[in-house]
């Protein structure tokens, strides 16, 4: 994996659905947890919308919406995320919003002119994420002069972007590099892609599986988006409030404390889910199917499999349910906030949208999780003793997350 891993997605501006995953792919950049946040603000969207510097946006959802109207006229949002391991990060400075901003700037016209977008035509919006182990940044950029019936990017194009990036980014270490290896550049211009690849092998030699996960994680990252219906969301915040009515003024929000009254709304609040997100229902089978193969390696019996996959299922609508509880306690909170209660009403979808993004993202890992611990997910019959199997089986028993 490359020393430093650029990605690159876009959503048929075709499709039905483009432009509301656009839309929600802004808003999951600027918001998400671990965002490095503008000044005074809730959110982290900066970029170039108008001629001039770099600004910080006072509100993601003003980007978000020009960038809904460009889908529906048929302009291509292109999703990139450029991405470096922690310690690089920080060898290159990268410690805070600014510096991100400084070097994203710095870059961005590698990535338009490797897309054919000039100058004048480029607009984009930036967000940078401090995961920990992979600290990046997604940039949201278009060409405001085109519009692609069937776009198509070539896999050499984000390639390019890569290497271009690598040359520019590292120069002066590839230079080291070459001098060390004998290989020395006259002109710091004239650095050939071969002798970057070697600079990258050079470097994966030293850190073998530095980039892997980091690289698995943005893949995921870059489909993140999912467009809701205004209607699910204001349906989801009724039945958030309706659980919050139900529940005493004192006590523990869990659900296996809460009131029957509410533990039956919550129930509906997981089936409404499960019902009107496709998302959900689909990392919900995952997390169900990943489990029941896996108690698959102890027992061939049908009714007992029958039954594990009825606890199962359990299990993942316990998760469900304490994701939706989650946005409960965010109402209780605002109520005791001042002013909350006006936040409340004018962002009541809002809130709903972030449980969908939780419980989406909750279900997801435990899913890949699940489908990780699977040997090679590929065990047949008699490879395992019965005793190894029983100790596979318990060691990836789940309760059930209480978040």
């Not at 060409?143 to 890569?162: E, G």
């Not at 109520?335 to 909350?340: D, H, S």
Request: hydrophobic fraction near 35%.
């Amino acid at each position: 994996m490359s020393i430093l891993v650029y990605k690159q997605r876009h959503r048929h501006p075709n499709k039905k659905d483009t432009p509301g995953a656009n839309y929600a792919h802004i808003r999951y950049i600027a918001t998400r947890p671990r965002v490095m946040k503008n000044e005074n603000a809730d959110h982290g969207l900066f970029g170039k919308m108008e001629p001039g510097g770099v600004m910080e946006f006072g509100d993601w959802r003003d980007v978000a919406k020009a960038v809904y109207a460009n889908s529906r006229k048929g302009i291509v949002m292109y999703r990139s995320v450029v991405s470096f391991a922690e310690d690089t990060a920080r060898e290159l400075l990268l410690k805070d919003q600014k510096s991100w901003q400084r070097y994203i700037e710095n870059h961005i016209m590698t990535i338009a002119e490797k897309n054919s977008i000039r100058r004048e035509n480029l607009k984009w919006a930036a967000a940078v994420h401090g995961e920990k182990k992979h600290p990046h940044i997604h940039v949201v950029f278009w060409d405001q002069s085109v519009r692609a019936k069937n776009p198509y990017t070539p896999p050499q194009i984000p390639n390019a972007i890569r290497v271009q990036m690598i040359k520019d980014t590292f120069a002066e270490k590839i230079l080291a590099y070459a001098e060390e290896k004998d290989l020395a550049v006259k002109e710091m211009r004239h650095i050939s892609d071969a002798l970057v690849g070697r600079f990258e092998e050079e470097m994966r030699c030293k850190s073998p599986g530095r980039f892997r996960a980091a690289a698995k994680l943005l893949e995921a990252e870059l489909e993140q988006g999912f467009s809701y219906d205004g209607e699910i969301l204001a349906k989801l915040a009724e039945r958030l409030s309706a659980i919050r009515a139900s529940l005493p003024e004192h006590g523990r929000i869990a659900y296996q404390f809460l009131p029957q009254e509410a533990k039956e709304k919550t129930d509906e609040a997981v089936e409404f889910l499960l019902e009107n997100v496709p998302e959900i229902r689909q990392c919900f089978e995952r997390y169900v199917d990943a489990k029941c193969r896996m108690a698959g390696l102890y027992s061939s019996d049908d009714s007992w499999l029958r039954k594990q996959k009825e606890n199962f299922e359990k299990e993942a609508g316990k998760i469900l349910a304490n994701r939706v509880l989650s946005g409960v306690k965010a109402i209780c909170r605002l109520e005791k906030e001042e002013r909350g209660e006006a936040y409340l009403k004018s962002h009541r979808e809002y809130l709903a949208s972030r449980i969908v993004m939780e419980a989406l993202d909750m279900l997801a890992q435990m899913a890949w999780k699940q489908e990780e611990d699977l040997p090679d997910g590929q065990i047949r019959q008699g490879e395992l003793s019965k005793e190894a199997k029983k100790e596979l089986f318990q060691k990836n028993q789940d309760k059930g997350y209480e978040h």
